[in-house]
C-alpha cells in the first residue's frame, strides 16, 4: 500500500469514527440515526483494514464483531423494556425533559442498532479481506 | 406479578430468544457460557409460550401494540388458539433439539455460531406465529431466511455451500414475491393490519389487483412451504446440513409456510372465490403424491425423510383445500402431530449416523441387535407418520381424510389413502435396512448413543404416543382453534378492543 | 405517469427474472438484485405517485401537513432495502464461498448436494 494512503487512513478512521457518533445522536430529530452512524463506523474500520490489514483493524475493534452485535442487540432490546412497566407494551419508550435536552430510551436502542450494524457489516467484510489475503 | 405476566404473556416467547441470541453473540469467545444460555433460554421460552397458550384458553385472543401505537398503524401481535399452540409445539420441539445439540454439536460448529443462529431462528418462527401484521410477516421471514442460511452452511463443505445456494436463490424468490404482494394489497387497501384487512377487504370490489395479489401469496407461501410444483429446494438443500439442523427445518419452516397460508386464506381471502380452491386442491394431492414417489427411490435416509417432509405438507394443504371447519381442525391436529413426529425421524436418523457412521441405508444395519431401544424409539414416529392405529398420525389422516370424503372431494381422500400407503412402504424401507438386516460391513463396531440423544427422542416419541391414546383433548382444542381461525369477527374485536383493555393512548 | 413507472417496473422485473434464469450464479445474484429493486418500485407506485411535501413534520406542529406524501410506502421500502441489503450481501459471500470450494460458477458444476446420498452407486461412490 502507498505511504500516502496508509496515513490518510488513520486520519480518515478517526474522522469517520467522530461523523458516525454525530450521525447516531443527530438521528434523534433529524435524518441519521444509528444505521447510518454504524455504517459509517464500519466503513472506517473496513478503510483501515484495507490499507494496513485485517488484523490491525480488528485490534482496533478491540471485541469480535459477532460479540459487538449481540452487544448491540442486547442493548437495543434492553431499552424496550421499560416500556412494559409504564403500559405493559414492549419497546414503549420513556422520555425525560432535562432543561432543553430531550433524552429518551429511544436512544438507547439507537446506540444498539448502531453497534449491531458495526458488528454485522464488520463481520462480513472482515471474513472477506482475510480470504482474499489468503 | 402473575397479573404482570398474564398481561405481557404474548411478549415473552418472542422476547426470551431475541434476549438469548444476543447474549450468545455476545458471549462469542466463550462456547460454555454460549451452551448454558442456550439451554436456559430454551426452557424459559417454553415455560412461556406455557403460559402464553394457558391465557389464550382462558381469556381468549391476545393482542398486544409494540410500541403502544394503536391499531390499524402500529404493529399488532395476536395469539390465538392456533397461533398460541404453534408457538408452544416449536418451542417443545426447540428444546428437544437443544438437549440433541449437547450430544450432536462439535466445537467447529458452536464457533461457526450455531447457538446465536439457532435462537435468532427461533425469534424468526415465533414472531411469524405471532404477528398480526402483513409486512411484519415479511420481516420475520427474512428473520427466519438469514439465519437458516448461516444454519445450512454450518460446516461450510461444499455439498452444504451448494445446497445453501439453491436454498438462498428459491427462498429469496418467494420473499420478493411475497413483499410484491403486500405491495399490491397495500395499493388497493392502505392498510398493512391483518385485522384492518380483514375489515376492509370483504367490501371492496374485486379487482385485478387483489386476485394477483392472493395468487402472489399462494406461490410465496407454497415455495416456503414446499408446494408440489415448487418444493424441489427442499430435497436439494436439507439433507447437506448437519442432522439437527435438519430436523429443526423439517418440523418447523415448511410449518411456517403452511401457518402463513393458513393465515392470509382464512383471515384475508376467502378459498371460495377466485379459483382459488381447485388450485390448492390440485397442488396438495400434487405434493402428496410427488413427495412420496421421490422418496421412493433415495437410499439416504436424510433425504427419504425430506421429501416425506413434502408429501405430508400435502395432508395439511388438503384441509385448506376442503375448508370446512372439520378440514382445517383436522389440518391444525395434523400440523401439531407432524412436527413432533417429522423432527423425531430426523433425530433418530441422527442416532443412526452416531451408531453406524452413515446415513446410507444400503451400509447400515444390525441395529435391531445392537441397541433395541433405538428400535423402538424409531418405530413410534415411524409408524405413526404412515398412519398406523392407534398413534397420532392416524387421528390426524381420519380427521383430514373424513372430511375430504363429507367436503365433496372424495378423489382427494382417496388419493391421502394411496400415499399412506407408500408411507408405510418407505418407513419400513427404513426398519428392514437399517434395523432389521445384518450389517453389510466385515467391522461390526456400533457406537453407542449417548442418552442427551436418546432422551429428546424419547419424550417426542411420549407425545406421540400420548396424543395417540387419548387424542380426545387434542382433536377438540383442534376444533376450537379452527373455529377461532375461521372466524375472523373475533379476530378483528379482539385487534381492535385492545386499545381499552391496555390503557394505550392512540 | 403511472403507466410510465409500471412499463419501467416490468422491464426491470424482466431482465431480472431473464438474469435470475441464467447459469452463472453471479448473474443469478444481480437477478435477485434487480427484483427486489424492482419490488421497490412496485411498493412505491402502490403508495401513490403524486408530486407532494416530504413526510416531515414541521417544527412546532404535531402532525404531518395535509399535503404531505404517504410515509408508510417509504418506511417500507426502507425496510426492505436494508433487509434485501442484508441478504444481498450474503448471497454474494456464499457465491464467493462456492466459487472458491467448488471451482465453478456455473450451476452445471454444482453438484456436490445432489451427489451427497444419492440414490445412485455410481455417484454415491465417485463421491465417498
Known amino acids: 500500500m502507498s505511504i500516502i494512503f496508509s496515513t490518510m487512513s488513520r486520519l480518515f478512521f478517526a474522522l469517520m469514527l467522530i461523523v458516525s457518533i454525530y450521525m447516531l445522536f443527530r438521528g434523534h430529530n433529524e435524518p441519521g440515526g444509528g444505521f447510518v452512524g454504524g455504517l459509517i463506523a464500519a466503513l472506517g474500520f473496513a478503510l483501515l483494514a484495507l490499507a494496513e490489514n485485517v488484523a490491525t483493524a480488528r485490534r482496533a475493534l478491540m471485541v469480535h464483531p459477532v460479540a459487538l452485535m449481540g452487544a448491540g442487540l442486547l442493548l437495543a432490546f434492553a431499552s424496550g423494556l421499560p416500556g412494559l412497566l409504564s403500559d405493559r407494551s414492549f419497546l414503549t419508550h420513556w422520555w425525560a425533559e432535562i432543561g432543553s435536552l430531550h433524552l429518551g430510551t429511544a436512544t438507547t436502542f439507537d446506540i444498539g442498532v448502531y453497534f449491531v450494524v458495526i458488528g454485522g457489516v464488520l463481520c462480513l467484510i472482515f471474513r472477506l479481506y482475510e480470504e482474499v489475503d489468503q | ?506 | 405517469m403511472s403507466l410510465v413507472y409500471a412499463l419501467a417496473i416490468a422491464v426491470q422485473m424482466g431482465c431480472g427474472v431473464y438474469l435470475l434464469l441464467s447459469r452463472h450464479v453471479v448473474r443469478i445474484v444481480l437477478g435477485v438484485v434487480l427484483l427486489s429493486a424492482a419490488t421497490n418500485l412496485l411498493i412505491f407506485v402502490a403508495g401513490g405517485l403524486v408530486f407532494t411535501a416530504p413526510p416531515v413534520i414541521v417544527q412546532g406542529t404535531q402532525t404531518l401537513g395535509a399535503e404531505a406524501a404517504n410515509p408508510l410506502p417509504q418506511a417500507l421500502i426502507l425496510t426492505a432495502i436494508v433487509i434485501g441489503f442484508a441478504l444481498v450481501a450474503f448471497a454474494a459471500a456464499l457465491v464467493l464461498k462456492t466459487y472458491r470450494a467448488v471451482g465453478s460458477v456455473l450451476t452445471s458444476g454444482h453438484t456436490d448436494a445432489e451427489a451427497l446420498g444419492s440414490p445412485f452407486d455410481a455417484e454415491a461412490t465417485r463421491n465417498a
Open chain 2, 1 to 506: 406479578m402473575p397479573d404482570f405476566l398474564t398481561q405481557t404473556a404474548l411478549l415473552w416467547p418472542l422476547a426470551i430468544p431475541l434476549a438469548t441470541a444476543a447474549l450468545c453473540a455476545a458471549l462469542w469467545s466463550n462456547a460454555k457460557a454460549q451452551r448454558a444460555a442456550n439451554l436456559a433460554g430454551l426452557c424459559l421460552t417454553l415455560v412461556a409460550s406455557l403460559v402464553l397458550l394457558n391465557s389464550v384458553m382462558t381469556e381468549g385472543i391476545q393482542v398486544k401494540q409494540f410500541g403502544g401505537w394503536a391499531p390499524p398503524f402500529g404493529i399488532s401481535f395476536v395469539a390465538d388458539q392456533f397461533s398460541a399452540a404453534m408457538v408452544v409445539i416449536s418451542s417443545i420441539l426447540a428444546l428437544a433439539a437443544g438437549v440433541f445439540a449437547t450430544a450432536d454439536i462439535r466445537r467447529r460448529q458452536e464457533r461457526s455460531g450455531f447457538y446465536p443462529l439457532f435462537q435468532g431462528l427461533m425469534v424468526g418462527v415465533n414472531g411469524a406465529f405471532l404477528t398480526g401484521d402483513i409486512f411484519n410477516l415479511y420481516v420475520w421471514f427474512e428473520v427466519m431466511l438469514i439465519t437458516t442460511l448461516g444454519l445450512i452452511t454450518l460446516d461450510r463443505t461444499r455439498a452444504q455451500l451448494d445446497g445453501a445456494l439453491k436454498y438462498a436463490v428459491l427462498n429469496l424468490f418467494s420473499t420478493i414475491l411475497f413483499l410484491m404482494a403486500i405491495g399490491l394489497l397495500y395499493g388497493v387497501t392502505g392498510t398493512l393490519n391483518m385485522a384492518d384487512l380483514a375489515m376492509i377487504l370483504p367490501n371492496t370490489e374485486g379487482s385485478v389487483a387483489l386476485t394477483v395479489a392472493a395468487m402472489m401469496f399462494l406461490l410465496a407461501f407454497g415455495i416456503k412451504a414446499g408446494f408440489f410444483p415448487m418444493f424441489f429446494w427442499l430435497p436439494a438443500s436439507y439433507h447437506t446440513a448437519t442432522i439437527i439442523v435438519s430436523a429443526v427445518f423439517a418440523g418447523l419452516l415448511t410449518k411456517v409456510g403452511v401457518y402463513a397460508c393458513f393465515r392470509v386464506f382464512t383471515l384475508l381471502f376467502e378459498v371460495e372465490d377466485g379459483g382459488i380452491r381447485p388450485l390448492v386442491a390440485f397442488f396438495a394431492a400434487g405434493t402428496m403424491v410427488f413427495g412420496v414417489f421421490g422418496a421412493a427411490i433415495q437410499w439416504d435416509v436424510r433425504r427419504i425423510l425430506s421429501f416425506h417432509i413434502i408429501s405430508q405438507i400435502g395432508y395439511i394443504m388438503l384441509g385448506l383445500a376442503i375448508a370446512t371447519p372439520l378440514a382445517l381442525a383436522g389440518a391444525v391436529f395434523y400440523i401439531i402431530h407432524h412436527i413432533v413426529v417429522k423432527a423425531n425421524l430426523f433425530f433418530v436418523a441422527g442416532a443412526i449416523h452416531r451408531a453406524t457412521g452413515t446415513f446410507d441405508l444400503r451400509k447400515t444395519g444390525g441395529l435391531m441387535k445392537s441397541s433395541p431401544l433405538l428400535a423402538v424409539l424409531f418405530l413410534i414416529p415411524a409408524l405413526s407418520l404412515a398412519g398406523i392405529p392407534p398413534l397420532s398420525g392416524f387421528w390426524a389422516k381420519f380427521m383430514v381424510i373424513d372430511a375430504s370424503f363429507r367436503g365433496d372431494a372424495a378423489w382427494l381422500g382417496a388419493v391421502a389413502l394411496f400415499v399412506g400407503l407408500l408411507t408405510v412402504f418407505s418407513m419400513s424401507k427404513i426398519w428392514i435396512e437399517a434395523f432389521w438386516k445384518d450389517s453389510p460391513r466385515k467391522i461390526v463396531h456400533v457406537r453407542a448413543v449417548p442418552v442427551a440423544m436418546l432422551l429428546p427422542i424419547a419424550a417426542l416419541g411420549a407425545i406421540t404416543l400420548a396424543i395417540g391414546f387419548n387424542p380426545e383433548p387434542l382433536v377438540a382444542f383442534s376444533q376450537l382453534a379452527a373455529e377461532t381461525m375461521a372466524d375472523q369477527a373475533q379476530f378483528i374485536a379482539a385487534v381492535f378492543n385492545e386499545r381499552q383493555i391496555a390503557g394505550v393512548q392512540p
